[in-house]
């Protein structure tokens, strides 16, 4: 079983940049596509990015693109989400998620693909 630990988060103003990082513990994961989403109060979870199992195609949701990155490192079992030019919209937990179902495949921007979750990190940004 694979076990997904966020990390990164924290308060920030606006503009600032974070890298969260997922780090994959339990057995290896670079077989698998991996999403980032996040949730705000109030609101349900969103898609924010996800990437395939070898790095070749990212998607972003219509929110971040131009401002965030997803990138892998199958040998560190860790992937990160680069976060620049954050805005207070952006305030959310942010969660990691796999896809176990469906290895060597891309990464989906429904959350109902995803099995294995970890348990979010914090992101506030003030204005």
């Known amino acids: 079983q694979v076990r997904l630990l966020e990390s990164g988060g924290g308060l920030v103003q606006a503009g600032d940049s974070l890298r969260l990082s997922c780090a994959a513990s339990?057995?290896?994961?670079?077989?698998?596509?991996v999403g980032w989403f996040r949730q705000a109060p109030g609101k349900e979870r969103a898609f924010v990015a996800a990437?395939?199992?070898?790095?070749?195609?990212?998607n972003y949701g219509d929110s971040v693109k131009g401002r965030f990155t997803i990138t892998r490192d199958n040998v560190a079992n860790t992937v990160y989400l680069h976060a620049n030019n954050l805005k207070p919209e952006d305030t959310a937990v942010y969660y990691c998620?796999?896809?176990?179902?469906?290895?060597?495949?891309?990464?989906?921007?429904?959350?109902?693909?995803?099995?294995?979750w970890g348990q979010g990190t914090q992101v506030t940004v003030s204005s």
């Open positions: 998620a796999l896809d176990t179902l469906r290895p060597y495949s891309g990464g989906r921007t429904s959350p109902t693909y995803y099995d294995t």
């Open positions: 339990g057995r290896p994961f670079g077989t698998y596509p």
């Open positions: 990437i395939d199992w070898r790095s070749t195609s990212a």
